[in-house]
């Protein structure tokens, strides 16, 4: 740091400069982010001061998580559901197996999770700091986990079975409802990774044939991010327990704090997450995430359909808005396009070219996108 401060002018061109070099959202296609809603802005900027981590000094902001969780609990098919605003489907999980690892007294060591392959990252951060083994599990040919080997993967040493609805790569779905039966069968703490596809399977035509949250019994906390497909704003994440218990087994003393005690993994945290969730929730209604939603499954189509017709094979057929496409050489032509400023992304198994659909990749942006990728193919 400077010995003398800055003048202000000096800094705000600083800081416009630097916001002009970031990518505009219209030309990213690998990322589950996308512009918030604008109501989420402006809750986001006028509750930035207030800080969550010492809620009794905050009883507004404090009301407003309450109320987000309630309405997050309805979506999930749990009204009553337990839980807090996180910083999004990173601390959710830790925070998630954390209570499973509280939950079950396992010899140190010995404690191992069963998840599948397609799992995210965020469970191996878990894993290091929990001091657990991860145990994955195959997938199908659908890239759903295999039930079958998940059961075989359990011993008495295991504190918990995980899901995912809407794997990251290629958002595909696991059979929850057969893991659900698994997990109360073997007694064993089950949360479902929804980080994405919370906010996206409710709203889909045929929503119904995908159980994916509490309306399957044996789920038992379930993460789902406002701040990707929920339009609200970076970091809100959500995580949800279906009984206040598992919530509890988080607590620690903060005795200089008004509340005495606290669950969340951050200490200080943003009330403006709450403020803005809380916000675009009730302004856009079920209604109004149903009309995003099947915009971005038209856009996901059109693209698929785009792709087709150049005689590309998808990885998957989409199930929710995720575009794979199989390419022999899915690196060099990620490389080729980011070369012409779009970003993409790949996956391994199997290897694909991998586009998210979010609703900043508008009917125009696909359009631009095929012209050009029809340049390199
Ligand atoms: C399925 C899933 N879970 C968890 C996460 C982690 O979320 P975050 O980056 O908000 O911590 C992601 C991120 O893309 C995800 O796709």
């Not at 789920?219 to 990707?228: E, G, L, R, Y």
């Amino acid at each position: 740091m400077r010995e003398h401060g800055v003048d202000e002018t000096v800094i705000l061109k600083e800081l416009e400069d630097a916001a002009q070099r970031n990518v505009p959202y219209a030309r990213v296609l690998s990322s589950m982010c996308t512009t918030p809603h604008p109501i989420a802005l402006k809750a986001h900027r006028e509750f930035i001061v207030s800080n969550l981590g010492d809620p009794k000094l905050f009883p507004g902001t404090a009301s407003l998580e309450h109320a987000c969780i309630g309405m997050l609990g309805e979506l999930l098919h749990l009204p009553l559901a337990a839980g807090y605003i996180t910083t999004g489907g990173t601390e959710s999980n830790i925070q998630a197996l954390r209570s499973a690892r509280q939950l079950k007294k396992v010899d140190p060591g010995k404690a191992n999770i069963v998840l599948p392959e397609s799992a995210h990252y965020s469970f191996d951060k878990a894993a290091q700091m929990l001091g657990v083994t991860l145990r994955r599990a195959p997938l199908d040919d659908e890239l759903k986990v295999d039930v079958d080997a998940m059961a075989g993967l359990i011993d008495r040493n295991t504190i918990a079975l995980v899901a995912i609805a809407g794997t990251t790569e290629f958002g595909q779905v696991d059979s929850i409802p057969a893991i659900g039966k698994l997990a109360l069968d073997e007694d064993i703490f089950f949360h479902v990774d929804a980080a994405f596809g919370g906010f996206v399977i409710p709203f889909l035509k045929d929503s119904s044939k995908l159980k994916f949250d509490f309306e399957v019994p044996g789920v038992m906390s379930v993460a789902i991010d406002p701040h990707k497909m929920g339009m609200s704003t970076i970091p809100s994440g959500g995580l949800l327990y279906r009984d206040e218990r598992f919530m509890k087994l988080l607590e620690i003393n903060a005795q200089y704090l008004t509340s005495q005690v606290q669950s969340s993994l951050a200490g200080t945290r943003s009330g403006a997450s709450a403020a803005a969730t809380y916000a675009v929730m009730r302004h856009l209604g079920m209604d109004g995430y149903r009309k995003i939603v099947s915009t971005c499954m038209d856009n996901t189509l059109l693209l698929r359909d785009s792709l087709l017709d150049m005689g590309l094979e998808l990885a998957l057929e989409p199930v929710m808005n995720i575009v794979t496409t199989k390419l022999p050489d899915a690196e060099a032509t990620r490389k080729k396009l980011c070369d012409m400023g779009w970003f993409v992304s790949t996956t391994s198994r199997p290897e694909a070219l991998r586009m998210v659909v979010m609703p900043h990749v508008t009917r125009t942006v696909v359009d631009s996108f095929v012209t050009d990728i029809k340049k390199i193919l």
